[in-house]
């Protein structure tokens, strides 16, 4: 850890963060789901200061053609920062790190979508960070997760993504900005939150066993919270209410006019109406 490092006060004398949120805290996550027309399914997620747009295509026939599977579809993932999404502004296009995220989590996906009901297509996720503030890849997955549900794409089941690590000798949940910078541990992860089951996981940084348990036992509480989220988000974008489905009903047929009979009064035999 450098001068500056030590310099950054990450945890204050009552065991608050810089951010006021206790070490098991989360930062505000918001979902929306079906926000695209074009894709075939689309999310955004506010997470902290993260913004995410992910869309979906397919699964539709795989391009280029030689990366086609005869027994399977690909899930291709392209994770993307804007250029306006960082302080500095960042260099337009793929690199290292992008490259990497969009391989996890291409892995990810790949080990719960469906992938054997559809040979030869592939499974298209765009994932644009808009804004960026630490933990860009798990908002990412969760964007990506429900934007694939909203797409149809059948599925074991969402896939959330959350972070822990540890600031100032502490083991924190959902790292900020400062604390991805100056702490010493980030660990980011995605879980299947019905099995359990992990499908990334990576690690920046060193944490003891004992602390390393922490942190996954903070993100896989977090994540059921954002899996609630998550099929709200979903809930919500398919939940009609009262007022749309009139609008969208046809209009009901005016009442057909009632045959007209003769009706004898038998008190009143010279009365017919
Ligand atoms: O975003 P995530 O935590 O998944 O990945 P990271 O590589 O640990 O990056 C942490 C944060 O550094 C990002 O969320 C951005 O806020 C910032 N960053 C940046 O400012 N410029 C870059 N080229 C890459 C990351």
Same mark, same amino acid.
């Given at each position: ?8 006060? $990450? ?24 926000? &695209?027309?074009?894709?075939?399914? /689309? ?44 302080? *500095? ?5 793929? *690199? ?5 995220? /969009?391989?996890?989590?291409?892995? =990810?996906?790949?080990? !719960?979508?469906? &992938? ?15 804004? =960026? ?12 997760? !429900? ?22 000798? !502490?083991?924190? &949940? *959902? ?25 990334? #996981?990576?690690?920046?940084?060193? $944490? ?25 988000? #979903? ?11 009139? =609008? !969208? ?25």
């Amino acid at each position: 850890m450098g001068d500056t490092e030590k310099k950054v006060k $990450l945890i204050d004398s009552d065991g608050r963060r810089n951010d006021g949120r206790m070490p098991h805290e989360l930062r505000p996550v918001k979902i929306e789901a079906g926000v &695209l027309h074009r894709a075939d399914g /689309s999310a955004y997620v506010e997470w902290g200061g993260n913004k995410v747009l992910a869309a979906v295509y397919g699964p539709r026939e795989a391009h280029p053609r030689h990366l086609q599977k005869p027994t399977r579809a690909l899930v291709q993932c392209r994770y993307n920062m804007a250029p306006f999404s960082v302080s *500095d502004r960042k260099r337009p296009g793929p *690199d290292r790190r992008s490259n990497e995220i /969009s391989k996890v989590i291409s892995e =990810a996906f790949s080990s !719960v979508i469906f &992938l054997e009901q559809f040979p030869r297509t592939s499974v298209d996720v765009y994932m644009e960070v808009l804004q =960026a503030e630490a933990g860009t890849r798990c908002a990412a997955i969760t964007a990506a997760s !429900v934007a694939i549900a909203d797409a149809g794409v059948p599925m074991r089941d969402l896939v959330v993504g959350c972070a822990s690590g540890k600031v100032g000798g !502490v083991v924190c &949940l *959902d790292l900020n900005k400062d604390e991805d910078n100056f702490g010493e541990a980030d660990v980011p992860m995605a879980v299947v939150p019905r099995t359990g089951e992990i499908v990334l #996981l990576q690690m920046d940084g060193h $944490l003891k066993p004992e602390e390393f348990d922490q942190a996954m036992a903070y993100s896989l509480k977090a994540a059921e919270q954002i899996n609630e989220l998550q099929k709200d988000a #979903l809930r919500r974008r398919y939940s009609v209410s009262l007022d749309e489905f009139r =609008a !969208v009903q046809p209009p009901a047929p005016e009442p057909e006019e009632e045959p007209k009979y003769d009706v004898y009064h038998e008190d009143q035999p010279g009365v017919v109406e």
